[in-house]
């Protein structure tokens, strides 16, 4: 077990709970995301393989949806 103590705050986060959909899972990790944000930090998400492959696809469309009102 990885416990992991944010700086947001001061108890440990068991990271065999997915942060996201509190369900247990042997995949947790910090991915990165396909954004673009300044601060690189907020790039990266910490969850299962499940929720990160939602929010690649959750920011893919708005990815496109924005690229599609450029033109």
Partial sequence: MVVFISCAQSTP???TIC???DRHSSDIASRRL???YC???LNF???CGECYD???EYYQDLWD???RSRF
């Fill in 34 to 36: 396909n954004t673009n």
């Fill in 19 to 21: 942060p996201l959909c």
């Fill in 54 to 56: 939602r929010s690649i």
């Fill in 65 to 67: 949806e924005y690229n």
């Fill in 13 to 15: 986060v068991d990271l």
């Fill in 45 to 47: 998400q910490t969850s």
């Fill in 39 to 41: 601060d690189d930090r």
